[in-house]
């Protein structure tokens, strides 16, 4: 399994910012979720997009302000993240649904290396 997040970037409050993930070595036809990390916190799901890209799940903390979707054909993942708040602030990985449910976080041997996303001002 190969994740490769890119898109991360320093933005200020209210700005937006595009993650990219690209997969391999896995079939990408599965439940894919992004997931991020602050400092002293413990990972926390932020979206899960279906295999087929009809149906997107939300952490409500970024619920109508974050997009998640996907490109089966070219193995990548994307989040879209506008109205950015300090508290978006974090270490954002792509990673494999493991299990049934889709407002978990699997664990960390499915993640990929993560992409940092600091919103300040």
């Known amino acids: 399994v190969r994740l490769v997040e890119s898109g991360g970037g320093m933005v200020q409050p209210g700005g937006s910012l595009r993650l990219s993930c690209a997969a391999s070595?896995?079939?990408?036809?599965?439940?894919m979720k992004w997931i991020r990390q602050s400092p002293g916190k413990g990972p926390e799901w932020v979206s899960t997009?279906?295999?087929?890209?009809?149906?997107?799940y939300y952490a409500d903390s970024v619920e109508e302000r974050f997009t998640v979707s996907r490109n089966n054909a070219e193995r990548m993942l994307y989040l879209q993240m506008n109205s950015l708040k300090p508290e978006d602030t974090a270490l954002y990985y792509c990673?494999?649904?493991?299990?049934?449910?889709?407002?978990?976080?699997?664990?960390?041997?499915?993640w990929g290396q993560g992409t940092q996303v600091t919103v300040s001002s």
């Open positions: 990673t494999r649904q493991t299990g049934s449910s889709v407002d978990t976080v699997p664990p960390s041997q499915y």
């Open positions: 070595g896995f079939p990408f036809t599965v439940f």
């Open positions: 997009i279906s295999a087929d890209g009809r149906y997107t």
